[in-house]
């Protein structure tokens, strides 16, 4: 963790000279002062120093687990180290044992306290190496169980040495370094203190300063005062006591402001993760809602209602649900009218009711075309003294034109008596605008049915009032025709009678016309009645053939039949209409000494009729056309055959309307084969067979 700025450089430097300095100074005020101490200060500044020890301890282990970094692991660990031997000292220099056990203890105090610095200053040299082994990108220099169970060996091992060797004296009166065993760690504490000064971190990290301001300290106080300390107790002798204790408390300033500065970062970053992590929960949820509700409004344009009316009420409902607003409403717009197409509401609303566009929050989207929504009505410029807004109490709006054809014709809209805490979001406008677009769509698709619907209506209309019109003038005309050719009038020329007779083919031919228009329009407009009954299959092909007989042999065509025994349940007439059609047209087109063979066989549950020529056959590409209403083959059929093109047509009526199938096969020059089949109705008595 790193400290901004440099303005702080000079004032540190000054800060290592200023304590330089003032160390000196106390170092030149008490060397030859004469004061004496006693062994309770002595304890006292050892059990202050350990404790520091270990504080300091505790402090940068805490600084390591939080987030690993070697140096502070081997400053924890050497602090450990250190506070234990500090401890053994704290006993070595204390008569108190040696009151109740005779020892030799106090006369290895000195060493005890040369092992303590010792091992700290070796700590602090490690902790440097291992800082920059990990600047350059090794991982971990040490383990935590490395540093512990070193730490724990060297303590032991030096408490052994100590306890068991015969250690030399620790004075030498005689030099200027009286106790010269302190410089060995002095020397370790000023070779750490120029390792960190080189290394430059002070400038700017926080902890760093704090450490070199210790090592400053701590240095100077074992060369200048422990090493040149001439008697226990004297004034250098506590001096250096002192300075041990201020070296480290200015350590533990700098690792607690280091677990400071790194604990307000954890927290920062915490604080930031947390706010990313509830706005991806936030955005998450608004998703997962959005695709369901695509889901659920794609299931509705799925689904088959009755009506629009259904449909639309479905929709409004979902999106009541999803964006949790008790009102929904599909208006229509035309010029400053506001009428409601659907609505879902607990104001009494209904489908058809009509406003001013001025009065409703929809004037917004209609005049600016894009989805609009309101939060706070009560706090809004426009609306919140508006007249809608007192009347309905309506708080939160959410609208989007809705387009058909590339015109907005209408609005979609939501809202609700009650303050949304949130206001609506992003996504709920993406919603309205994607729902408005498929309303436009159902209603684009509900206008053509409409359209189409009423087409179908004015042009069956059209018919039927054309064929009754006709129909009744031409049956007149008929009638006279008969009479003239019939003499009535008496005896008319040849030329006369053959006129007269023209004009009574020309005038059947339109009755048979306006006959099969009236048909095929009464069966597809369902007026056409069906009385069925039960009907022996060989009784319908003879009585068939024996009307079509007279044309037949007109035309020079053998009409053969092959029938089963069976009965089925139909209508007679529209049978005998179905085989007069297929019959007629098979003739037709049969050359004068062909047959045409009509059959009747049960197979299963239905009975299949089939009516074959050997005529000219129908191309594969016409198979369905003929089928279609005024479809011919050949265009000159009409005139030359006197079709009118709907007598297949009306086959496919009667037989589906009877539930059955009608299809054909033919080969081009070798004839035609109509087939069809009548099912049995379940229930329907099929009666016996005749013979
Ligand atoms: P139309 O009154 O003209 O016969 P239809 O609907 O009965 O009207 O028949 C449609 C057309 O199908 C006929 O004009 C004819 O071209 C063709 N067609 C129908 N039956 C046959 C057949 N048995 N052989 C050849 N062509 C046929």
Not at 596 to 603: D, F, I, K, L, Y
Request: aromatic share 8%; hydrophobic share 40%.
């Amino acid at each position: 963790v790193e400290e901004r700025g440099t303005r702080s450089t000079q004032v540190r430097i000054l800060a290592y000279l200023g304590t330089a300095g003032a160390i000196l100074l106390w170092w030149l005020s008490v060397r030859d002062s004469s004061w004496r101490g006693n062994e309770q200060m002595h304890v006292l500044a050892e059990s202050v120093s350990c404790t520091l020890a270990l504080t300091c301890a505790a402090v940068a282990l805490i600084r390591f687990f939080t987030r690993r970094r070697a140096e502070f692991l081997l400053i924890g660990a050497g602090f450990i180290g250190t506070g234990v031997l500090e401890i053994i000292h704290l006993v070595a220099s204390s008569t108190l044992i040696d009151l109740h056990y005779a020892s030799t203890l106090s006369e290895i105090s000195p060493w005890t306290f040369f092992a303590a610095r010792l091992f700290l200053a070796g700590a602090l040299c490690l902790s440097l190496v291992a800082s920059r082994a990990e600047m350059r990108g090794q991982r971990k220099p040490f383990t935590p169980a490395q540093a512990f169970i070193g730490t724990a060996l060297f303590t032991l091992a030096v408490f052994v040495t100590i306890a068991q060797l015969n250690l030399p004296p620790a004075y030498y009166q005689d030099l200027f370094f009286s106790r010269p065993g302190e410089l060995l760690p002095g020397g370790l504490f000023a070779l750490a203190l120029a390792g960190y000064l080189v290394r430059g971190r002070w400038r700017h990290d926080v902890f760093e300063h704090w450490l070199v301001l210790s090592l400053i300290a701590v240095t100077m106080g074992q060369v200048f005062f422990m090493a040149q300390s001439k008697t226990l107790y004297g004034p250098l002798f506590f001096s250096g006591h002192l300075i041990k204790v201020v070296g480290y408390i200015a350590l533990l300033v700098g690792l607690f402001s280091n677990v400071y500065l790194v604990f307000r970062e954890v927290g920062k970053r915490a604080a930031e993760l947390r706010r990313s992590n509830e706005d991806l929960e936030k955005k998450t949820a608004a998703l997962t809602r959005f695709g369901q509700t695509l889901q659920e409004l794609q299931r509705i344009t799925m689904t088959s209602y009755d009506s629009y009316d259904e449909l639309f009420a479905d929709y409004l409902n979902t999106g009541c649900d999803v964006l949790d607003l008790e009102i929904g409403i599909i208006s229509q717009v035309q010029g400053s009218n506001y009428r409601l197409r659907a609505v879902r509401s607990n104001m009494g609303w209904q489908p058809g009711d009509e406003f001013d566009l001025d009065d409703v929050f929809c004037a917004e989207v209609i005049t600016r075309e894009t989805t609009v929504s309101i939060d706070k009505v009560s706090e809004h410029p426009k609306w919140s003294d508006h007249q809608t807004r007192i009347d309905t109490g309506l708080e939160s709006y959410i609208g989007a034109p809705i387009y058909e054809n590339r015109e907005v014709t209408g609005t979609l809209c939501f809202s609700t008596t009650e303050m949304r805490p949130g206001g609506f979001d992003a996504s709920e406008r993406d919603l309205v605008t994607a729902m408005a677009q498929t309303v436009g769509r159902l209603l684009e698709r509900e206008r053509a049915e409409i359209e189409r619907a009423e087409l179908e209506r004015m042009k069956d209309e059209f018919l039927s009032i054309v064929s009754h019109e006709l129909r009744t003038p031409l049956t007149s005309i008929r009638g006279s025709l008969g009479l003239l050719a019939g003499g009535v009038l008496g005896e008319l020329p040849e030329r006369g009678q053959r006129m007269i007779e023209i004009a009574s083919t020309n005038t059947d031919r339109l009755v048979r016309l306006i006959n099969d228009i009236l048909d095929i329009e009464k069966m597809q407009s369902g007026r056409l009645e069906m009385n069925r009954e039960v009907l022996s299959a060989a009784e319908v092909v003879n009585d068939a053939l024996e009307l079509m007989q007279a044309m037949a042999r007109d035309a020079g065509v053998v009409l053969a039949a092959a029938t089963e025994d069976t009965s089925f349940f139909a209508d007679r007439d529209r049978m005998q209409q179905t085989f007069s059609n297929l019959i007629s047209n098979a003739v037709k087109f049969s050359e004068p000494g062909k047959e045409v063979h009509v059959s009747a066989r049960r197979e299963d549950d239905e009975v299949i009729f089939s009516v074959a020529d050997s005529g000219r056959g129908i191309p594969e590409d016409k198979l369905d056309l003929v089928f279609e209403r005024f479809q011919q083959v050949d265009s000159s059929d009409a005139r030359d055959k006197g079709g009118t093109g709907l007598g297949l047509p009306i086959c496919k009526e009667i037989v589906e309307r009877h539930g059955g199938r009608i299809w054909l096969e033919s080969a081009l020059g070798r004839g035609t084969t109509f087939f069809f089949t009548i099912p049995d109705v379940p229930g329907a008595p099929r009666g016996e067979t005749v013979t």
